[in-house]
């Protein structure tokens, strides 16, 4: 098993669509943690974005058959993931406040951690404040650290509506994160 977790992503799907399906549980190592803080900076509930994780894994798993081998898994793995928020906002329609347990590491400097610390909690707020269309991409682009590309091809959107939406989103977080 330890050899096939140096394989591509791409590699273990072939591996689990012809000959084992527990090769599956190195992709859901992989994305997990990705994705559940993918999901919660949408929902803004760990609950449910837990939920809408487990529930692309399954999804992404029944339709695996499908997966374009000679695409990138994690792109399509972050769509299954967006459908499923959309799913979860088209049904719960209400907004919730922005969990405060995001993923920033730094265990070297206390200093340097609480630095972090403060700059990730005026983030928060400025991204309470933004619009769901902004928000989205500006996460993807910079807390999943995604490309344009990817971006475009999770969201269904055209390349240059991402760049317009991470400008925005941008000049939206500037005016109001100076006015806190």
């Not at 959309?86 to 200093?111: A, C, G, H, R, V």
Request: include cysteine; glycine fraction near 0%.
């Amino acid at each position: 098993m330890i050899e096939n977790e140096e394989l591509s992503d791409e590699e273990i799907v072939e591996k689990v669509r012809t000959s084992d399906k527990n090769l599956y549980t190195i992709i859901i190592k992989r994305y997990e943690d990705k994705l559940i803080r993918y999901a919660n900076n949408l929902i803004k509930d760990k609950n449910k974005a837990k939920d809408v994780v487990q529930e692309s894994f399954i999804k992404a798993f029944i339709d695996l058959n499908n997966f374009d081998i000679k695409k990138k898994f994690s792109s399509w793995i972050y769509r299954i993931v967006h459908n499923e928020v959309i799913n979860i906002i088209k049904k719960y329609k209400k907004e919730t406040s922005l969990q405060e347990d995001w993923d920033f590491e730094s265990e070297e400097n206390i200093e340097e951690n609480f630095e972090i610390n403060e700059i990730k909690e005026k983030v928060e707020k400025c991204l309470e404040n933004i619009s769901f269309i902004y928000s989205e991409p500006i996460s993807l682009y910079y807390i999943d650290e995604k490309s344009y590309e990817e971006i475009s091809y999770i969201l269904k959107i055209p390349m240059g509506t991402v760049a317009t939406r991470i400008n925005r989103a941008k000049k939206i977080m500037k005016k109001i994160c100076q006015k806190n």
